[in-house]
Nanobody
């Protein structure tokens, strides 16, 4: 069982930076692939970044590659999403998610409640 709680969302100007945190509980966290999703009004939910066990492999959507960085600290049971050079189109609710297998893609098993990120221009 994994429980996830996001934090760090807010309002930021275009070109600014923001770091999201996801605090996880549960004995399976260290064996979980972690991902960040986002969903804007009128758009489909999309995977923006994911990280493997131990953080050896990462995935980024083309829309955020070079601007966002995902990382994890298993000792703190926390995954982060560092966002820089933010654009208005990054505005969305961001969700932390976890899955129990070793594949970055595919269905995720656990979800946080989401945190709002708003980028103004």
């Amino acid at each position: 069982q994994v429980q996830l709680v996001e934090s760090g969302g807010g309002l930021v100007q275009a070109g600014g930076s923001l770091r999201l945190s996801c605090a996880a509980s549960g004995r399976t966290f260290s064996n979980s692939v972690m991902g960040w999703f986002r969903q804007a009004p009128g758009k489909e939910r999309e995977l923006v970044a994911a990280i493997s066990k131990r953080g050896s492999r990462t995935y980024y959507a083309d829309s955020v590659k070079g601007r966002f960085t995902i990382s994890r600290d298993d000792a703190k049971n926390t995954v982060y999403l560092q966002m820089s050079s933010l654009k208005p189109e990054d505005t969305a609710v961001y969700y932390c998610a976890a899955k129990e297998d070793v594949l970055i893609l595919g269905s995720y098993d656990y979800w946080g409640q989401g945190t709002q990120v708003t980028v103004s221009s």
